[in-house]
C-alpha cells in the first residue's frame, strides 16, 4: 500500500510560481512511475506531468516551459515546480504513483490562479 500527500498549493497572482511537493510513504517509491494530475471545475481529471523511476519526464503541452516534474528517491517525494502562472491552471492537483499496475492517489491541493 502507498499513501500519497500533497502539499504547497494556495493562491497565488497571474505570473506567479508554486511550488508542489508530494511525500509517499512506503518501499515502493523508488520503481514507482509518479505524475501530476489536475481537475478543474466542471472537467476531467488531465495528466500534467510524469517522472519515470529513471527520470524520464512528460509534460502536456499546455504546461511545457512552464512546469517542472522532479524526484527526491531518497526522500520519497515528487516536486511540480509551477512558474508563470495562468487563471486556467487553476484546479485541484493530484499526486498519482503507478506502481506494478495499480494506480495510487492523493487528496489532492487547490491551486487558485487570480488576481
Known amino acids: 500500500q502507498v499513501q500519497l500527500v500533497e502539499s504547497g498549493g494556495g493562491l497565488v497572482h497571474p505570473g506567479g510560481s508554486l511550488r508542489l511537493s508530494c511525500a509517499a510513504s512506503?518501499?515502493?517509491?523508488?520503481?514507482?512511475?509518479m505524475g501530476w494530475y489536475h481537475q478543474a471545475p466542471g472537467k476531467q481529471r488531465e495528466l500534467v506531468a510524469r517522472?519515470?523511476?529513471?527520470?524520464?519526464?512528460n509534460y502536456a503541452d499546455s504546461v511545457k516551459g512552464r512546469f517542472t516534474i522532479s524526484r527526491d528517491n531518497a526522500k520519497n517525494t515528487v516536486y511540480l515546480q509551477i512558474d508563470s502562472l495562468k487563471p486556467e491552471d487553476t484546479a485541484v492537483y493530484y499526486c498519482?504513483?503507478?506502481?506494478?499496475?495499480?494506480?495510487?492517489w492523493g487528496q489532492g491541493t487547490q491551486v487558485t490562479v487570480s488576481s
Open positions: 512506503g518501499s515502493r517509491f523508488s520503481i514507482a512511475t
Open positions: 498519482n504513483a503507478f506502481i506494478i499496475f495499480t494506480d495510487y
Open positions: 517522472i519515470t523511476r529513471g527520470g524520464n519526464t
